[in-house]
């Protein structure tokens, strides 16, 4: 890949997050949906542009990350790491999303924690938050506050073709993240020399479970 290897993304996170992870998402990507559904994807999620492919062969996780190939495309025609726009932020988030996905049940799979599909959501929305919120501060466009927030959760749109259970879980993730990004908007990033605040915040939250998270996230509030 050119402009922006999604390695790039990756390493944000691992960096984030101090995760000590060997495995490259390159070599876990497929970006041809006929391919994808050879490695499990159903054919009825056709309409997905991104999607985590896990299978269990006996004691082996497998997994696969599906990227739509105009994805990879889109991320590819411009240095994303200078400027994200309206063009490419979609596209941006879409693979930002599959590889917080990865990196987490990898990360969990390596101390045989079980992960719910919830829980992955929910940590790939503040992943989305604070690295969007990290670029554009880089790139000289510190977003106005409450303006990541207000386009990750309140501009949000769902595909028709989800299930109901799909479709709730996807509000459930959207409005635990938005709580929790709330707190950390108003309590670290709106605030100058709380950096490394922030990340203690973010890497002990991270290693919480589900229902640590779901805690916290109430504790807060």
Known sequence: MA??????????????????????????????????HRYGAPWSSIHAREQLLIRQDEDE????????????????TVDNRLHLHHG???DFCLALEGISHFLYLIWNARY???????????????????LLGMLLRQQRQ??????????????????????????????DASAFAE???WYLESSFT??????????????????LGLTGKLRRINYLH
């Not at 999604?6 to 876990?28: A, M, P, R, S």
């Not at 996780?61 to 590819?76: A, D, Q």
């Not at 709106?190 to 290693?207: A, D, I, S, V």
């Open 61 to 76: 996780l497998l997994l696969s990350l599906y990227l739509h190939n105009g994805i990879i495309s889109n991320l590819e």
């Open 3 to 36: 402009a922006i290897p999604l390695t790039h993304i990756q390493n944000h996170l691992q960096e984030i997050y101090e995760l000590d992870i060997d495995h490259n998402v390159n070599d876990y990507l497929v970006t041809c949906h006929q391919t994808a």
């Open 179 to 181: 709580k929790y990004c």
């Open 142 to 171: 510190p977003p106005a506050p409450g303006r990541i927030r207000d386009l990750l959760f309140e501009s949000i749109r769902y595909h028709d073709h989800l299930q109901a259970e799909e479709l709730q879980r996807y509000r």
């Open 190 to 207: 709106l605030k100058q020399g709380r950096e490394l605040q922030l990340l203690r915040e973010l890497r002990r939250f991270y290693r």
């Open 112 to 130: 045989t924690r079980s992960v719910t599909i919830l829980e992955m959501e929910l940590q790939a929305e503040i992943d989305k938050f604070i």
């Open 88 to 90: 490419n932020l979609e």
